[in-house]
């Protein structure tokens, strides 16, 4: 199939990998080229523009950073929509706003396009192993189209109704990693000035009812000091804010959430560290 990719960063370069893997023509565009190279040793063609990455493609799917950089690759003048068929499949992969992804439909549909929002879940390591968690939303029988192509880099696929639902979906997964990341943190804190064995109580743990994703992926990387980003800590603070938001339209207190967003601002806005992956949130007790 040949599929045009918008966004080579940490995750979506591991997609690409896995798609190039699975026989799939893949042109991508990024806005530093740079960024780009390893997907285009392994043979994915470049695009100048996100409309030339549209262009004579089946599929055409997009991850970046933030809602701003969507509505860019969206609406710019070099734009997915000035430049897409109705023949074509747009899969939004950007953890963003649910609001955006409604807007991209409504204006999809205004130009006879199928659209979905599909953010996943999984970082670094789902990508590059092909285990990512997406969820939908749109129309479910685009889903069921190309959800074949979607196998190739997912391991589960949940379908969570009309546009905006997976964003929806995601931000509850972000709600839930935020308390993790906090609890994995202060856990470490505490076993660290008990004087415990840290590596022997990140198994311990592991092996319990407090097991998570965080700890069993992110505990090893703190203890061996590797704080690259299977997730940049300064996407994570942007998802808790649009959590926290959609939580005021619904007229939720999220007092724990918002701690988790303090938190990630001192790190990020205050000390710089957004570049960081998230679970450099240990830096605020640990030098």
């Known amino acids: 199939m040949k599929i045009g990719f918008i966004g080579t960063g940490v995750m979506g370069s591991g997609i690409i990998n896995n798609l190039l893997k699975n026989g799939n023509e893949v042109t991508v565009y990024n806005r530093t080229k740079a960024h780009a190279q390893e997907v285009l040793d392994n043979g994915a063609r470049w695009a100048d523009s996100p409309a030339a990455a549209t262009k004579n493609n089946d599929i055409v799917m997009t991850m970046v950073g933030f809602p701003q950089d969507v509505e860019d690759i969206y ?56 285990t990512l968690t997406m969820m939908v939303g749109g129309k479910k029988s685009v889903l069921e189209e190309i959800k074949p192509l979607l196998a190739q880099f997912t391991q589960k696929i949940h379908y969570f109704g009309p546009a905006g639902s997976g964003q929806h979906a ?3 997964n972000q709600i839930m990693i935020a308390g993790t990341m906090t609890g994995m943190s202060e856990m470490l804190v505490y076993a ?96």
């Open 75 to 130: 609406y710019g003048e070099n734009g997915i929509l000035n430049a897409a068929t109705a023949k074509q499949v747009l899969v939004e992969m950007t953890t963003s706003k649910p609001s955006l992804a409604q807007e991209l439909d409504r204006d999809s549909k205004k130009k006879g396009l199928r659209i979905l929002d599909a953010p996943v879940s999984g970082g670094d390591i789902g990508a590059k192993n092909g």
């Open 192 to 287: 660290k000035a008990a004087g415990l064995d840290l590596p022997e109580v990140i198994k311990t743990v592991s092996s319990g009812a407090g097991e998570n994703w965080s700890l069993s992926n992110y505990g090893p990387r703190i203890l061996k000091n590797d704080y690259t980003p299977g997730f940049f800590a300064k996407h994570f603070l942007k998802d808790l804010r649009i959590a926290l938001e959609e939580a005021e339209k619904m007229n939720l207190d999220l007092p724990a959430t918002r701690e988790a967003k303090h938190l990630y601002e001192i790190l990020v806005d205050e000390k710089g560290l957004g570049n960081d992956g998230t679970q450099a949130l240990i830096k605020l007790w640990w030098r």
């Open 170 to 172: 995601k931000m509850a």
